[in-house]
């Protein structure tokens, strides 16, 4: 079956960086789109970042010249390079299986556990 398996958070201070890693089996990697999404407690979970077959890459506004996602197909995995941080960047994120629908990205049903990503002020 399916497997996503986030790894790479952690607690770090503001204006820090991390690098998250997503770990995909189950699945033809080179084939699927992917995403990077995450969720503040209290808030619904919201797109971070998507990344095309091809390389193509989508960010949210709010982390547009701060986060970078990039894959492997070679290796399987997906990666999300965080720089200067802040509190409000703080939730779980989630590695997801993302498919096109008129042009937008959209998650599928298959997401990993999700890794806790805190930033300190």
């Known amino acids: 079956q399916v497997q996503l398996v986030e790894s790479g958070g952690g607690l770090v201070q503001a204006g820090g960086s991390l690098r998250l890693s997503c770990a995909a089996s189950g699945i033809i990697f080179s084939i699927n789109h992917m995403g990077w999404y995450r969720q503040a407690p209290g808030k619904q979970r919201e797109m971070v970042a998507t990344?095309?077959?091809?390389?193509?890459?989508n960010y949210a506004d709010s982390v547009k010249g701060r986060f970078t996602i990039s894959r492997d197909n070679a290796k399987k995995m997906v990666y999300l390079q965080m720089s200067s941080l802040k509190p409000e960047d703080t939730a779980v994120y989630y590695c997801a299986v993302v498919r096109v629908v008129a042009g937008l990205p959209i998650p599928t049903a298959y997401w990993g556990q999700g890794t806790q990503v805190t930033v300190s002020s």
């Open positions: 990344i095309s077959t091809d390389g193509r890459t």
